[in-house]
């Protein structure tokens, strides 16, 4: 079911970006949805509420009198809440606060010199908008991916935007509400996609402009959210899911191939790619999916990505060959699935998060590890990092000097400003002890 790659005892052949390009990977033009949704952005720029409304209206079939939620319904979604689903969701968020709270940074204060001293001090984001996605899967889940760092960060405002549902009755999804109240977050907007990002950045009829935007979407959030940022802050993009598995001749095959259906079940373009050094493991697996995958609920979804140009089996020399493949494909999700899996995973540069054995499966991080599931796909895993309370602070400096300490430095700062033909710099400084 799997296409093959053979990349046996040739991967040292080829420089990173050569190896990169032989991977598989899922087309995820941002610059084209761009092009697309930026009119829509302009308008809610200039037209507000009243823009938005049209577009939830366009897109989702709702029309919205307030873009807010009533903080009643949040409430009513959360006391309706279905117990076993209550206990799943409080399980979430008591493994996510408790992983995210040793992610606090402390302030840190460095005597540079004698009466020099430069403290980095870690101020949260004044205001924060969340955006939870409700197309093809309702991720409730993304809520508490998103607001649990936001709240150990010390956000003081957090709104939250979700796709108007017809079938909630203009409402986004129930669990998603429901998930909002059991956090504390009452500022709700029903609406969905570029919209969402352009009423956080813009401001429209009861939102305030926020400072930062976080969360997964759809390929048209992600270029909503090219397009505003350095208006605001975001976090890093994140396109359609990806999953890379490296696995040795002990995986279990049935391990394997449920891990990848688990991926491919996100999105028809979803990446589902093997790294192994085991032509039979390779074959093993392509039979469990031929025999499970028809009697999956979303079947042509998942068939779909699996046939796909962005999934495959990488066949290598050994393993390698198999952490280049995976250090140059930087998987949104990498599972290691090898004899002594840790060691294996220490050694893996690139990649969002991840999970290591048999009993750390993918979807455990989607849910109940206590990781975040908010992660970089499309390479990025090469130069970002998943959502975390560090997303949500920002770094500030502190310089105290004493008029002894900047005496000591002062003719290395006139040298500098000298240097760079900027005398003002250097009297800012010689001024001060002028006779």
């Given at each position: 079911?799997?296409?093959?790659?053979?990349?046996?005892?040739?991967?040292?052949?080829?420089?990173?970006?050569?190896?990169?390009?032989?991977?598989?990977?899922?087309?995820?033009?941002?610059?084209?949805?761009?092009?697309?949704?930026?009119?829509?952005?302009?308008?809610?720029?200039?037209?507000?509420?009243?823009?938005?409304?049209?577009?939830?209206?366009?897109?989702?079939?709702?029309?919205?009198?307030?873009?807010?939620?009533?903080?009643?319904?949040?409430?009513?979604?959360?006391?309706?809440?279905?117990?076993?689903?209550?206990?799943?969701?409080?399980?979430?968020?008591?493994?996510?606060?408790?992983?995210?709270?040793?992610?606090?940074?402390?302030?840190?204060?460095?005597?540079?010199?004698?009466?020099?001293?430069?403290?980095?001090?870690?101020?949260?984001?004044?205001?924060?908008?969340?955006y939870a996605p409700g197309g093809l899967a309702v991720l409730a889940s993304s809520v508490i991916m998103n607001a649990v760092p936001a709240q150990i960060a010390g956000v003081g405002s957090i709104a939250l935007a979700s796709p108007a549902q017809q079938s909630n009755g203009g409402l986004p999804d129930q669990g998603i509400l429901a998930v909002c109240g059991l956090l504390g977050i009452d500022e709700v907007y029903a609406v969905g996609g570029p919209a969402a990002i352009g009423m956080f950045a813009h401001g429209a009829g009861e939102c305030e402009p926020v400072d930062m935007i976080t969360g997964p979407g759809n390929i048209y959030v992600t270029a909503a959210k090219r397009a505003v940022r350095g208006l605001v802050g975001t976090d890093t993009e994140a396109g359609t899911t990806e999953i890379a598995i490296i696995a040795d001749d002990t995986a279990d095959p049935v391990h394997v191939a449920v891990d990848l259906i688990s991926q491919a079940e996100h999105d028809p373009a979803a990446a589902s790619v093997l790294i192994t050094d085991s032509a039979a493991l390779a074959e093993a697996v392509d039979a469990e999916l031929e025999r499970r995958v028809p009697a999956t609920r979303h079947r042509e979804r998942i068939a779909t990505a699996l046939a796909g140009e962005q999934s495959g089996t990488i066949l290598v020399a050994d393993l390698d060959e198999a952490v280049a493949v995976a250090d140059a494909y930087a998987a949104e999700h990498l599972e290691i699935q090898t004899a002594d899996a840790r060691a294996v995973a220490d050694r893996v540069r690139n990649a969002g998060a991840i999970f290591v054995g048999a009993h750390s499966p993918v979807s455990l991080g989607d849910y109940c590890a206590g990781s975040n599931h908010v992660l970089p796909t499309g390479g990025c895993a090469r130069h970002s990092a998943g959502l975390s309370v560090h997303t949500f602070l920002r770094g500030v400096h502190i310089v105290d000097y004493s008029r002894e300490a900047l005496r000591a430095v002062a003719d290395d700062v006139v040298a500098f400003a000298d240097s760079e033909d900027l005398p003002g710099h250097g009297e800012a400084v010689s001024a001060r002890f002028a006779p």
């Open positions: 079911m799997l296409r093959r790659i053979d990349l046996s005892g040739a991967v040292a052949d080829y420089p990173a970006r050569a190896l990169r390009g032989l991977l598989p990977r899922a087309v995820f033009d941002v610059n084209a949805a761009l092009r697309q949704i930026q009119p829509l952005l302009d308008d809610i720029a200039d037209r507000g509420k009243e823009a938005v409304v049209e577009t939830v209206q366009r897109f989702d079939g709702v029309h919205l009198e307030h873009l807010r939620v009533p903080e009643a319904a949040v409430k009513s979604a959360e006391r309706e809440l279905d117990e076993d689903l209550r206990r799943a969701y409080r399980t979430a968020v008591d493994r996510a606060r408790a992983a995210h709270e040793a992610q606090r940074l402390p302030e840190v204060a460095t005597e540079v010199a004698p009466g020099g001293t430069v403290t980095e001090r870690y101020v949260p984001v004044g205001r924060v908008g969340l």
